[in-house]
């Protein structure tokens, strides 16, 4: 492992030998870092994670309707997390969502999913241009079931994993997870972090990675943009704030305290233990009333919206249906009056005795004009078709 340190100063051989000499040291050392990051506080992740939606979407705790189409061709990011169609990683949140009973823009979805699971650029490019889809991802993004699996694949993709890589490199700060975090999120962690090798003193370490990362964001066009996450991260050890310090401004946010109330106010168990009588509440019955009124009227209200948007979803097939018949038909009835006119105007020049060289010429010009006729209504319904196929998809 000392051979891979690179810290440009010529210590590696000083590394290579306080770990033969002080072997136990350096064991120790190593499990007082996997017992710091194991007690990380519940309070450093929540500012890591609010530092992080912020960069990806302007507010501490992440909008779930929130959805972009990215010009480095990912094609479309969406939710508190940016979950985009190359990662795959919106696969899985559209995946997870459609695990469970909801209806808010099922139909729509579902049918985007053979699509969705290519990672192909034509397949980016036809769902980044498909505003139907994006429109039902937005609707679902107001029901329970789309949010619980946006949070539950953030959790477990991204989370879980930065705590996991902290706990591999002995990182224990909370400057430091929230730095994982932001790369695990955006990408690219691990070569970043391997190229630098272990760690020796993490405030060295991850002041070193971050400027890596802040020069291999800068080289690459499409993420050139993004470096205002690892100067947000520059700034901050600039000044010494590897405990997150509030407040603090984030890309133009400033992050308090009263961006977190579940920090400052313990939560009250909604229901008693198993083993406690119900007893009076000093506090009246009214309080004990309201917290289930307004989740029942929630819920209520939700369940309402749904019923709503899947008669939205039957109406707009059945007027989809109904043009596509009414095109079919008016195609059919203008190119039978085409015909019939057609061959009265022959007949009828004929009995008149036209010259025939003048009713030959004149017939065949209305020929033309009627075949061009029809070939515009063949190529109109067919356009038609076309374009209710696409809400079909």
Known sequence: MAGRYVSGDNKSDELASSNIVRPYQHIQRMCTCQEKVASMKQEDIRK????????????????????????????????????????GSLLQVVEKYLATDATVGRGTIESRLPVLRRSTKLAIDQLAADERFKQALKAAAASKEMRAAQDAIATERYLKKAINECRAFGLTLPLTLAVVYDSVVHGSWRSLAEHLGPVRDEKIWIKRYVEERHEWLRRRPTLRTTTYRTTFFR???????????????????????????????PQTPAEPPPDTPP?????????QVAAPTIVETVDALETRVNEVAARVDQAERMVLTT???????????????????????????????????????????????????????????????????????
């Open 48 to 87: 890591a994670m609010a530092i992080v939606s912020v960069f990806e979407t302007g507010k501490p705790h992440g909008n779930y309707a929130a959805l972009v189409v990215l010009n480095d061709g990912a094609g479309i990011s969406y939710g508190i997390k940016q979950f985009t169609h190359r990662s």
């Open 235 to 265: 700034n901050e050890i600039a000044r010494g704030n590897w405990q997150l310090e509030l407040p603090m401004y984030v890309h133009g946010y400033l992050l308090k305290a009263s961006d977190f109330p579940e920090a400052a106010t």
């Open 279 to 287: 007893g009076p509440d000093p506090r009246g019955r009214d309080t």
């Open 323 to 393: 043009t596509t018949r009414t095109d079919k038909a008016k195609s059919l009835w203008a190119t039978v009056a085409a015909t019939l006119w057609q061959m009265a105007w022959a007949i009828g020049g004929f009995v008149a005795g036209v010259p025939r060289e003048v009713w030959l010429v004149v017939a065949i010009i209305a020929g033309l004009l009627v075949g061009l006729f029809i070939y515009r209504q063949i190529t109109l319904g067919k356009l038609r078709e076309a374009r209710g196929s696409e809400f079909k998809l």
